[in-house]
């Protein structure tokens, strides 16, 4: 979030920006994005105050990539408070052994099973009743950590304030392609290879990053090996959604070579990875609903 990349004029614009957020401690909590001081504005709308490069070359690249928002959707309040509380990108960290490692370890403590769909989510006499395809499960409460959409359609008896929200709290859509590479590519900078390269909607319309896994972590290829993440755009994603994925691949792949030569060449095997409900959107309803929901 140093705004490295801009000219003299976005800088300072961040500047101010980050002296914005930095003149109201606690009052960007990620905890409850629906109290900060910019209200309810969208990324778009708050970035017109600024230098047009830094929504061009950092908002929207961050909220496209990080968040898979479009920006003139998408309230600035969620990210703001989000970015303020993880710091400068010199400080993010990452798990070893994958984003699963947390989910990993907690499933050892307690009984897990996968591959049952939930198709209903009801209350009676006081109890839960959770229908599956293969039968009920009562119980005393159930949490549904679930996209918000997949909630709303599980659960047709929640009271109204909580539909409210859950129809409000629409998710976006996103797709990678991990590509296994036979020599450890990746995108640079002055030289030095990056373990993440956003690439801004102004400049790039099929891309909205490169990431040298084998870069961020170098357990993540075998040794001499590398593996890179090709993030689409969010707005070719619906498109490439039902699109065979070989088809995908070589569109992305296609894009990347662009940012790092002789990809094509060196990539042995593809993986498509889509994600109908990604991330949550927060939109200016949702935010307001927000409150009444936590
Ligand atoms: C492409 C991408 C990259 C990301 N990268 C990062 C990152 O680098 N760092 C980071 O911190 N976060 C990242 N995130 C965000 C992170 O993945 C999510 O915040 C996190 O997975 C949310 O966890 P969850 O348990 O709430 O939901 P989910 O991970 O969505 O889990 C919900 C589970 O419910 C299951 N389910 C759905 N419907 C039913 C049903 N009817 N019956 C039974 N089971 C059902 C699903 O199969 C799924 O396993 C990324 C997200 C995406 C899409």
């Known amino acids: 979030f140093g705004g490295g990349g801009l000219g003299p004029r976005a ?32 990324v778009r709308a708050l970035a017109r105050r600024y230098h047009p490069d ?17 920006t003139a959707r998408s309230t600035a309040a969620p990210m703001l408070s989000l970015l303020a509380e993880v710091g400068p990108p010199s400080g993010w960290r990452t798990y070893r052994d994958g984003m699963d490692l947390l989910a990993r370890r907690l499933a050892g403590t307690v009984d897990v099973e ?44 929640a009271p109204p304030e909580e539909r409210a929200f859950l129809d409000a709290c629409t998710f976006s859509s996103a797709l990678k392609v991990s590509c296994l590479l036979e020599r450890p590519l990746a995108p640079t900078a002055g030289g030095r290879p990056l373990y993440l390269l956003l690439t801004p909607a102004v400049e790039e319309d099929v891309l909205s990053a490169v990431i040298a896994d084998h870069v961020k972590h170098p357990g993540r290829a075998p040794r001499g090996r590398g593996l890179l993440t090709l993030m689409a755009a969010p707005g070719t994603v619906p ?32 993986f498509v990875h889509a994600f109908p409900h990604a991330l949550p959107e927060a939109t200016p309803r949702a935010l307001h609903l927000r409150g009444r929901f936590a």
Do not use: K
Request: glycine content about 10%; overall charge negative.
């Open 11 to 42: 800088r300072l614009d961040l500047a101010r920006l980050i002296g914005r957020i930095a003149r109201h401690p606690g009052a960007y909590d990620g905890d409850r994005p629906e109290e900060t001081p910019a209200g309810a504005a969208t």
């Open 54 to 70: 830094l929504h061009d070359y950092l908002l929207q690249p961050l909220a496209g990539c990080c968040f898979g928002w479009d």
């Open 114 to 157: 996968t591959g049952r769909t939930v198709h209903e989510v009801v209350e009676a006499d006081g109890r839960t009743l959770v229908r599956c395809a293969d039968g009920e499960i009562t119980a005393r409460a159930a949490v549904l950590a679930v996209p918000a959409p997949v909630a709303a359609a599980l659960r047709p008896q």
């Open 239 to 270: 498109g490439l959604l039902d699109s065979p994925p070989e088809e995908t691949a070589g569109r992305l792949l296609a894009a990347a070579e662009r940012y790092v030569p002789g990809l094509g060449a060196a990539t042995l095997r593809t």
